[in-house]
Structures are given as C-alpha cells and as structure tokens.
C-alpha cells in the first residue's frame, strides 16, 4: 500500500493521466485556438485533475492489459509464476532465470517453507504458491532497502502501461474527430444519427455487461467508444457552417494522422510495458537470491496490489 506520495504516484497516476487530459484537449484546441492557462493556481489543480483521472486510468488499463502472459495451454500467469518454471519459462521473451531458477527455489524453500516445485505440471494452487513466494520475496528486499532498482521496473513497466493507454484512448477520440468533420462535409450528420450512435453505444455496453462474469476489461473499451462518439459530436459545433472548404478537409487528414501516431504510440508503449513486467519480476527473484541469508519470517509482508506479477 503507498502510504505517502511518492515516485509511483507520479509514474503511474500523475503522468499517464496527464498525458490522456493534454491528448484529449489537443485536437479541439488546434481547432478553436484556446488553451490552457500556465497561472499557478490553474496549473496545480490541473495536476491535480490528472492525478484523478490517472487513479481511473490504472483500473481500467490493468484489466484491459493484464501483465500476464499465456503459457502452452493457454492460461494465463503472471511472469513471476513463469520464470520459475521449467517447463513454460520460454514463453517470456527477454529475462529469463536460466539455472538461477533452482537456487531460488531453494532458497524460498529455506526461508519461507513454500516448495514452489519449477519441475511440476502447472495448476492454479501452485501458481498462487508461486505468488504469495514472489510476495515474501519482495517483502524481504523492502526490508533490507535492497528494492530501489525492482521499484522502478515496477514504476516503469506502470508508466508504459498507462501511457499506452492514454495513446489507446486518443485513438478513438481522433477516430471520432476525423468522422465528425467528414461527416461535416457531406452533411450527413445530425442530431438522428446523434442520437442512433448513443443508444446503439448504449446497448453494446449493457450486452457486452451481460455476458461477461467481469465487466472490468470491457469498460475500457466501452470508454474507448465513448471517446469516440465524443469527438463525433464535439467537432460538429466548430465545424458548422464551414462546408466543403479546403480548411476542414486538411483537419480531417490531420485528425486521421493523428490517430495513425496514437495507435503507433500505443503499440510500443504496451509493449514496453510487458517487457518491464516481466523485468520487475526477474529483478526482485534475482536480488532476493543475492541476499545474505537471514532467519525465516514469521508472517509476510503486504506490498498491495502492485507487488504482484
């Protein structure tokens, strides 16, 4: 649990949600020229708006981009439960363990009295030993203020995940942006087929709630749409009464450009993010592994959440 504002809340809310206020406001700003203020007080509760947005920004993103990976039979694990297994660690592309996996093996044997078994058939009870190991593990290099560099894979690999995220979503808004100004052109648009993209919007979010047991990952997408009928309608009322004008056909080119180097953006972005999720996991079994043994403990430590690949 972060107690205190720290370096976390700012890779992995500040940022990332700083980073989704300034995309969603570019495309409207290039069109109406308005931006915003650089006063003092304007500036800290816009920071504060971000650090907001970015709290809702982690949820949704790490149910739509779960730091897991799926192995040969395509369940779906935390690196942490990968690379200490000897029969599916080679789905991980970078950072493997290689032989150290069997010293720390043993030695989370001697510490904590958890066989985490790197030879056996995987099963879910033995991929929650694995990560309750992982867990304790990092306890102890917290303790012995020896997880400086594990946390800033973990900050990074928050970073990149929210910041792809962001990316994910302007590309939606500037979808949404570009159809509304071409539909400006050609004067199709209007407040029937308003009204028809919300409700259908609607509908595919109450159906898509209703079969799924966890709608979590799917309400990113849900926003993503929003932030698509969003820009839909949004660009309409700047764009009234221009007509087919050279102007507005260059910000159509420029909203789809837009979103061409969001999706780009985004793409590398989430898969930076997967290979700091399974560098933070290598990190911490690496540097627990280096340590100088010391008496087993008694109880584990609770990092939260975060602590778990």
């Keep these: 649990m972060i107690e205190r504002f720290n370096f976390f809340d700012v890779y ?22 308005r931006w915003p203020s650089a006063d003092w007080p304007e500036t800290v509760a816009a920071a504060g ?3 907001i947005i970015g709290h809702l920004l982690r949820a949704l993103s790490k149910a739509a981009f779960p730091e897991k990976f799926a192995d040969k039979n ?7 439960d990968l690379l200490v297994d000897e029969r599916d660690d080679h789905v991980l592309p970078t950072h493997k363990l290689g032989s150290l996996k069997y010293v720390i093996a ?31 593990c990092r306890s102890v290099l917290t303790k012995a203020n020896a997880a400086k560099y594990a946390e800033q ?19 939606f808004l500037y979808a949404g942006v570009s159809l509304g100004i071409l539909l400006q052109l050609t004067n199709r648009i209007g407040d029937a087929e308003i009204a028809f993209g919300i409700a259908l919007l609607v509908l595919i ?15 990113f997408w849900i926003v993503g749409w929003m932030f698509l009928v969003t820009g839909t309608i949004i660009i309409d009322a700047p764009m009234a009464g221009a007509g087919g004008s050279p102007e507005i056909l260059s910000g159509a080119f420029v909203a789809v450009a837009m ?37 087993p403990e008694e109880e584990p430590g609770d990092q939260g959440e975060e602590g778990v690949i």
């Design 12 to 33: 992995g809310y500040l940022l990332p949600g700083g980073l989704l206020m300034v995309l969603t406001w570019l495309p409207f700003g290039l069109i109406s020229g």
């Design 49 to 51: 708006v971000a650090y």
């Design 74 to 80: 395509g369940n779906l694990r935390y690196p942490s």
């Design 106 to 136: 043993e030695k989370i044997g001697e510490r904590f009295g958890i066989d985490i078994m790197i030879s056996a058939h995987w099963s879910p009870e033995l991929g929650l030993d694995r990560n309750v190991a992982f867990l304790k």
């Design 153 to 171: 894979q973990q900050g990074m690999y928050e970073l990149t995940r929210g910041v792809g995220a962001a990316f994910m979503l302007a590309v």
């Design 205 to 219: 979010g109450l159906a898509i709630k209703r079969i799924s047991a966890s709608a979590a990952k799917e309400t």
């Design 259 to 295: 979103a061409g180097l969001s999706w780009v953006f985004s793409s590398v972005s989430l898969f930076e993010f997967r290979g700091y999720a399974i560098s933070f996991a290598s990190t911490v079994y690496r540097d627990f592994s280096n340590l100088i043994p010391e008496p």
